[in-house]
């Protein structure tokens, strides 16, 4: 059975950046966020900043 979609937030998005800074995979931030990893790695790639993610920035891109 297919989990049903679900829109990363704002929330999230903090969680994934201090996740992330500390070293987190892309699957260990799937499972914490309850997203595919596919999503994640989208997400990673909308946020990223000089090889860092940035939650505000992944937030601002979504509004473009």
Known sequence: MRKPYKK???KDRQ???Q???KGATP???AAATGVHIATIYRELQRG???GK??????QREIFK
Not at 53 to 58: D, F, G, M, T, V
């Open 8 to 10: 990363i937030s704002y």
């Open 15 to 17: 969680a994934i950046e």
């Open 19 to 21: 996740m992330f800074e």
């Open 27 to 29: 699957k260990e931030l």
């Open 48 to 50: 990223d900043k000089e």
């Open 53 to 58: 993610y940035s939650a505000e920035l992944a």
